[in-house]
């Protein structure tokens, strides 16, 4: 999905839904090496830049999302709603669809 977004900023997800961005992999092996650009894999760890207020449940009660903004989550391969704005590139998933948090 192609926005005229001009700042990710402006993108205030709704209910259960997460606005993620992937980490990107690292081009540089420990030893200094550079990597091209084919032989570096997509990692499923992302950031999650903003999150919305909850979804509901099966009673009609709110439910809060499991994370907040600022947290490392591990998110599937495939899936979400792509978002890009400008050069960069981000996806909303909703919170059930997340894998994991990341606790460093």
Do not use: C, W
Not at 60 to 85: E, H, M, R, T
């Amino acid at each position: 999905m192609t926005t005229a977004l001009r700042s990710i900023k402006s993108l205030a997800p709704l209910l259960d839904r997460v606005l993620v961005q992937r980490i990107k992999a690292d081009s540089k092996t420990a030893s200094g090496i550079f990597l091209p650009e084919s032989s570096v894999k997509e990692l499923n760890e992302a950031k999650v830049l903003a999150v919305g207020p909850g979804g509901l449940d099966k009673e009609g009660k709110k439910v809060k999302p499991n994370v907040a903004p600022g947290d490392k989550v591990l998110i599937p391969q495939y899936g979400g709603s792509p978002v890009k704005v400008g050069d960069e590139e981000y996806h909303l998933f909703r919170d059930h669809e997340l894998l994991a948090k990341i606790n460093e």
